[in-house]
């Protein structure tokens, strides 16, 4: 049963942020998984710009500052754009947009380095300048063209699950996206279900953001079990593939240094069109070809046969697994 909202899940995949701000008319950045915030995992991936965290999100109480060390702040008197989040699943999308919105642009002699905003964003940033952080919540819902995109990677399905038929059914926990970035040479945290921004800590002159965005968010994983797989880690960086190809066309590159890049380069490539191909499986929805398909086997009287044939093999392979004393699966 779809969303009273309008507004569905968002998948915590790098290629479907990574899309989505592309369709959304970012130029210039691209999103990576996160694994560590060790330095050698850092440095391959820089210049990150913000980091999005997913965690299982738990109601907070009136005694529990769910993990959170920093100051709420006036967004409007620190110069900091931010959104509430008011329509349920949209939090991928605004933790997202609170990011990129405080990413300042960036102009290169290489056009295809430059960091920009894009027409729609622009606009929204003009429009909303000055508004409170809920009013901006509801410019951002209201835009068909920002839930078009955000929708556009949930499949479509052709069955109706009605939650009123399985009251038993053990409620599916809640995940939450929130966003980290320095502002202003300060350390904030932007989460859509709070009031306001959360200052953290102020970024040294000449320092690493990353530094103090590592505390905090080895400090917020802390607060979980030890081993708990409850949240994920992404990252906003600037898009490699036009620099790694400029590097490798540029005559002054060392032959050594090519080789490199050239690796870097075709991993790149391989996991963009990876992504593409991932986003297109998501946005299209495969079960009316498959029940075409058996239609179509039954209709002509193929099915039986195909049927026979399949476990025919499956019983072939699982005795050759035996007689090499293999378990069967």
Known sequence: MEDP???SLTESDPQVFTQLLKDLGVKGLQVDDLYSLDEATLSTLKPIHALIFLFKYVEPSASDSEGTSGVEVDPLDTGVWFANQ???NSCGTVAALNAVMNIQPQSSQHPDES?????????????????????LGHLVSSSPHIREVHNSFSKSSPFS???SAFPEREKEDAYHFIAYLPINGILYELDGLKRNPIMHSPVEEGGDWLNNARETVEGRIGTYPPGSLMFNLLCIRSSPLPRLQRQLNDPSTAQTEKYQIQDQLEHELSKSKRGDLENTLRRNNLLPVV??????????????KAVEEAR???KDRREKRLAKGEEDD
Not at 291 to 303: P, T
């Open 161 to 163: 699950m009605d939650p």
């Open 115 to 135: 960091i920009e905003l894009g027409e729609e964003l622009g606009n929204l940033r003009e429009f909303g300048a000055g508004m409170e952080s809920l009013d």
């Open 291 to 304: 029940f075409q398909l058996f239609k179509g086997l039954g209709e002509s009287g193929l099915a039986g």
């Open 312 to 314: 025919a093999k499956g």
């Open 86 to 88: 008011v329509i349920n």
């Open 5 to 7: 909202s309008g507004w």
